[in-house]
């Protein structure tokens, strides 16, 4: 059973860098069939996605975000990165790490999230 | 646009049927999946593509398209029904994903 579980730590100063590693475990982050990204959830709001990786080393960003973001992976430790800079109170959020397939049938494209990290909760704050 | 409107509530009576809708022009293009989320825990996948439910999800829930509308219904809603549920499909780019605003059910 594929698992993902996000680390780093839970408190972050403002204008610093956020940095959280999802390691994958019960399956390769090196298979061609699936895409690996970053979600978040500022408490009592909805879901924002952050954006993907490929094992390729291929990203794709959240166009809101994309001038404070980084996502990088190391296939060697079967992991994956979020580095989002210059922090403020609005990035407080649960972080959460997931696993994408690009769904196609005879109907068309969907996305799937299938896998979800439990999730971790960080805090900008001074 | 990229968006995905959905209603921030809806409410059901147990037992009834509900239909929680999900609107944005990329769904004329593309299918939505739906995500389910209970306080406190990470989304879980509902439906994807034309109406596809992964292993473990009942049969209740089903999905279907119609214009630039995305439903996801639920025929004969439970009590552990009750959480919030997302929409997310690709944006124009394509190389992009956005998530609806999320829906919060309540079952009566």
């Known amino acids: 059973q594929l698992q993902l579980q996000e680390s780093g730590p839970g408190l972050v100063k403002p204008s610093e860098t956020l940095s959280l590693t999802c390691t994958v475990s019960?399956?390769?982050?090196?298979?061609?069939?699936?895409?690996w990204g970053w979600i978040r959830q500022p408490p009592g709001k909805g879901l924002e996605w952050i954006g993907s990786?490929?094992?390729?080393?291929?990203?794709y960003y959240n166009p809101s975000l994309k001038s404070r973001v980084t996502i990088s992976v190391d296939t060697s430790k079967n992991q994956f990165s979020l580095k989002l800079s210059s922090v403020t109170a609005a990035d407080t959020a649960v972080y959460y790490c997931?696993?994408?397939?690009?769904?196609?049938?005879?109907?068309?494209?969907?996305?799937?999230?299938?896998?979800w990290g439990q999730g971790t909760l960080v805090t900008v704050s001074s | 646009s990229s968006e995905l409107t959905q209603d921030p509530a809806v409410s059901v009576a147990l037992g009834q049927t509900v239909r929680i809708t999900c609107q944005g022009d990329?769904?004329?293009?593309?299918?939505a999946s739906w995500y389910q989320q209970k306080p406190g825990q990470a989304p879980v996948l509902v439906i994807y593509?034309?109406?596809n439910r992964p292993s473990g999800i009942p049969d209740r829930f089903s999905g279907s398209s119609s214009g630039n509308t995305a439903s996801l219904t639920i025929t004969g809603a439970q009590a552990e029904d009750e959480a919030d549920y997302y929409c997310?499909?690709?944006?124009?780019?394509?190389?992009?994903?956005?998530f609806g605003g999320g829906t919060k059910l309540t079952v009566l």
């Open positions: 997931a696993r994408r397939i690009d769904y196609y049938d005879s109907s068309g494209y969907s996305p799937i999230f299938d896998y």
């Open positions: 019960g399956g390769s982050i090196s298979s061609t069939s699936y895409y």
């Open positions: 990786i490929y094992y390729s080393g291929s990203t």
């Open positions: 990329i769904l004329r293009y593309h299918y």
């Open positions: 593509g034309k109406n």
């Open positions: 997310n499909s690709r944006d124009s780019s394509g190389n992009h994903w956005v």
